[in-house]
C-alpha cells in the first residue's frame, strides 16, 4: 500500500510525494531510476538512426537549386528499408526537429512514393 496512488492510509509515513502539473518532475521518472535511463538510452538510439536517415538522403539524392538535397519518398522507402522498418516514423522525428521536409501529416508507401523529401 505505501506505492499505491489511490490509498488514502495517513499512516503510511513513507507514501511518496505527488507532483502536479507544472512542477519540473511531473511525468518524469525519478531521478537515477532504471527508467530514466532507459529514456536516455531510447532518445540516444533514435537520435542515431535520425542522424543515419540523413545521411541516406544525403547519398541518395540530388542537389537543386535552393542548395538543398531532395529525394522521393519512394526511392528513400526503397533505400532505408533495408536499414530499418521504421523510416515513416524516423521521418516524422526528423522533421519534428526540424532537419527534413515534406508536404502532408503521414507518408504511405506506393501512394506518396513522389513527395519530395528536403534535407534542411
Not at 4 to 14: C, E, K, V, W
Not at 57 to 73: A, L, M, N, Q, Y
Amino acid at each position: 500500500q505505501r506505492k499505491n496512488p489511490f490509498s488514502s492510509d495517513d499512516r503510511l509515513a513513507s507514501k511518496p510525494a505527488h507532483t502536479h502539473r507544472g512542477d519540473p518532475a511531473y511525468g518524469r521518472p525519478p531521478e537515477g531510476s532504471r527508467t530514466e535511463q532507459r529514456g536516455k538510452d531510447a532518445h540516444s538510439h533514435v537520435g542515431k538512426e535520425v542522424e543515419e536517415l540523413c545521411l541516406v538522403i544525403r547519398r541518395t539524392g540530388e542537389v537543386g537549386e535552393d542548395g538543398h538535397v531532395s529525394v522521393t519518398f519512394g526511392q528513400l522507402f526503397e533505400t532505408y528499408v533495408t536499414i530499418s522498418n521504421k523510416v515513416v516514423g524516423i521521418l516524422l522525428r526528423a522533421r519534428k526537429h526540424g532537419l527534413v521536409h515534406f508536404e502532408g501529416e503521414m507518408l504511405w508507401q506506393g501512394k506518396d512514393d513522389d513527395v519530395v523529401i528536403t534535407l534542411l
